[in-house]
């Protein structure tokens, strides 16, 4: 463990002794009593192979999921102490997703999937639509609002997907194997974005089994078995804190 | 109201980007509130129709036949001129009628048809003088029977309306038509008689004449029309007594609107019957509805688990596809209910009736389709809300 000038960000999300048990005559154990704090101003990497529990993890860290012990907070707050609903408006507000599969909603234009964002949020159609549109400036995709994602590349359908993801201006970007259905100019364009998208309030975390996308962050974590064994800085010098 | 409104048009964004799978789920709702509006609509109509037919004809009259040994042994039964009189005096009856229709008598509008009329004879009728009254009839031209006729032994006959155009007989000719080789002039003729229909072809004159002219023994009735206006079905009770005056034979009476009144009980039965297939069509359709929407809660987890990522709740979740049941209950609701009047209004004017048709029934089965869909959206919904987004998403 080699962090040691991190007390300066605030703390966005915590992880605190956090276990999950999987299964109930057969218990699997994917994460096993983890700590892990994302400050703001976080660029990092979660790397392991197959089964070390990233998955789990990105489960956790996206409060899509709670754990079997221990504590997730963001802000402080824990998430199991919120309900359904409260839980839910937390998730929408401080985490922005990106997946593998871009997973957009086939039937919605580029710009209907970045408003999905925006619902139930007390805001106007034009608000959403303009906020919507000023995210999709900011990945080079204002002119292909109208077009559904069968009409994008696989490079311009992830790109949408970031601009989703920025959209309610998130704590936290959290991208899971962002680059994994991309070429290397897409996934190298992926990974600009992500990079000009790091500022001082807000952490970007992607989980890769690529180390080459892994090397393009500033802080690795390595699980394996359930367990971090490795929290590095690294290109440090170029960081934003 | 915002939130509202948003979930709506997610509801409406999900049906439209499945436009046949919304079509076919409406069909279940739209054919059940068509069923069970055209079933009631059409009776309904047809009831006002029937309900005006008997506010013409009257539901007051009754029709005293004759029956039994009265009038003799081994004769037609008759009812004694004076059990006819004895009806007259009973409270509640405004008019009586009593008619004898003749056996065997040769009608003929000129000598050269006799052939033809001996095969197919004409109906004659020895009538008293206040038919018209009783039954409510006008006369189409002419005059009826009078007392006049009656005391001069005028040779004269009021004809029904069919035999008239039969004849060829012109309003207000001077005619003269044959009974049993006798001429007779026609004075009158007799408006058409709903109740009695046939009267329309039948000729009618004075039992005087009758007994005189065509050898009629006695001038005793076997039917009386009585006209009671109020009281009408236990006056039909008394009858028989008072013409028997407790004897065996006497008479039997009949309402003939009754029989109207029975035949839209039929219409009823057949009616409820229709509703309970619409009723079963709703329930399939809302089965239909349930689904077609579980297929489609599979078919769109992964929406469902982007949806939960992007922060909506599962009871947001839950809500979205609730109101998708609801847009297709209340579409298919109002298409069904615009298609059940379509098929009463095209039944009204087929069959000529005024199309009756309840507005608050039809808002009311469009919301029984709206409530079927919505309790059929509860499974799918539910389902969708409890979807783990982690599984649907496929991490990692």
Redesign the interface.
């Given at each position: 463990m080699v962090r040691g000038d991190s007390q300066v960000s605030e703390v966005l999300l915590s992880l605190d002794g956090v276990s999950r048990v999987f299964g109930d005559e057969v218990e699997v154990h994917a994460l096993r009593d983890v700590s892990l704090d994302i400050r703001a101003g976080d660029f990092l990497s979660i790397v392991g192979p197959?089964g070390s529990g990233?998955?789990?993890l990105?489960?956790l860290l996206?409060v899509?999921?709670l754990p079997s012990s221990g504590a997730v907070r963001i802000q402080g707050t824990d998430m199991a102490d919120l309900g359904?609903?409260d839980?839910?408006?937390?998730?929408?507000?401080a985490?922005g997703?990106v997946?593998q599969?871009f997973?957009?909603?086939?039937?919605?234009t580029a710009l209907?999937n970045v408003e999905?964002?925006l619902?139930?949020r007390?805001l106007?159609a034009g608000e959403r639509r303009q906020g919507a549109m000023d995210a999709l400036e900011q990945v080079d995709l204002g002119n292909r609002y109208g077009h559904t994602p069968i009409q994008l590349s696989g490079g311009e359908q992830q790109r949408v997907a970031i601009a989703?993801a920025i959209v309610?201006d998130p704590l936290m970007v959290l991208a899971?194997?962002p680059t994994g259905a991309l070429d290397s100019q897409n996934a190298s364009n992926v990974m600009d974005i992500f990079g000009d998208l790091q500022s001082s309030d807000r952490a970007i975390c992607v989980?890769t089994h690529d180390l080459g996308v892994a090397s393009r962050t500033q802080r690795r974590i390595t699980m394996l078995d359930g367990g971090i064994v490795a929290d590095e800085l690294l290109n440090v010098a170029g960081g934003a804190r | 109201m915002?939130?509202i409104w948003?979930?709506v048009g997610?509801a409406l964004?999900?049906l439209?980007?499945?436009k046949v799978r919304t079509a076919l789920i409406m069909l279940g709702p739209i054919l059940g509130v068509a069923a069970i509006v055209s079933a009631i609509g059409i009776n309904e109509s047809s009831k006002g129709h029937l309900k005006a037919v008997l506010s013409d004809l009257g539901t007051d009259l009754i029709v005293a036949n004759a029956q039994g040994s009265l009038g003799g042994f081994g004769s037609d039964p008759r009812i004694p001129e004076a059990a006819a009189a004895r009806v007259t005096r009973l409270p509640d009856v405004e008019s009586v009628t009593g008619t004898l229709q003749m056996a065997d008598i040769v009608t003929l509008p000129f000598e050269e048809a006799e052939d033809f009329y001996r095969a197919f004879p004409v109906p004659v009728i020895a009538t008293g003088l206040n038919l018209p009254e009783t039954l409510e009839v006008v006369l189409a031209s002419g005059r009826f029977l009078n007392d006049f006729d009656v005391s001069t032994a005028a040779r004269v006959v009021v004809i029904g309306r069919d035999l008239a155009d039969e004849y060829g007989y012109l309003r207000g000719e001077a005619r003269t038509i044959q009974l049993n080789g006798i001429d007779y002039g026609v004075v009158g003729v007799l408006d058409y008689v709903l109740l009695e229909p046939s009267m329309d072809s039948a000729v009618f004159l004075t039992f005087a004449n009758a007994e005189e002219d065509l050898g009629l023994d006695s001038r005793d009735p076997s039917r009386l029309y009585i006209r009671a206006p109020t009281n009408t079905k236990l006056v039909a009770q008394e009858v028989p007594t008072v013409i028997s005056l407790g004897g065996p034979d006497g008479a039997n009476t009949s309402v003939p609107t009754d029989l109207l009144d029975a035949q839209s009980q039929v219409d009823e039965n057949l009616n409820n019957l229709t509703k309970m297939m619409g009723g079963l069509a709703l329930i399939v359709g809302g089965v239909g509805i349930a689904n077609v929407m579980s297929i489609s809660v599979i078919q769109r987890s992964?929406?469902i688990?982007?949806?939960?990522?992007?922060?909506?709740?599962?009871?947001?979740i839950a809500v979205q596809f609730l109101l998708e049941a609801l847009v297709v209950g209340v579409l298919g609701g109002i298409l069904g209910a615009a298609a059940g009047a379509g098929v009463v209004w095209l039944t009204a004017e087929l069959r000529g009736y005024v199309m009756v048709l309840s507005v608050v029934g039809l808002v009311g089965w469009a919301m029984l389709s709206v409530a079927v869909a919505v309790v059929a959206g509860l499974y799918p919904s539910t389902k969708a809300a409890r979807l783990?987004?982690?599984e649907t998403?496929?991490?990692?």
């Open positions: 197959s990233k998955s789990t990105l489960g996206g899509l999921d359904d609903a839980r839910s408006r937390m998730r929408g507000g985490i997703f997946f599969q997973h957009l909603i086939p039937h919605l209907g999905t964002a619902l139930y007390g106007s989703r309610t899971d194997e989980v | 915002r939130r948003e979930l997610v964004g999900g439209r980007a499945r992964t929406e688990g982007i949806r939960r990522a992007l922060g909506h709740s599962r009871g947001t783990e987004p982690l998403l496929r991490l990692g």
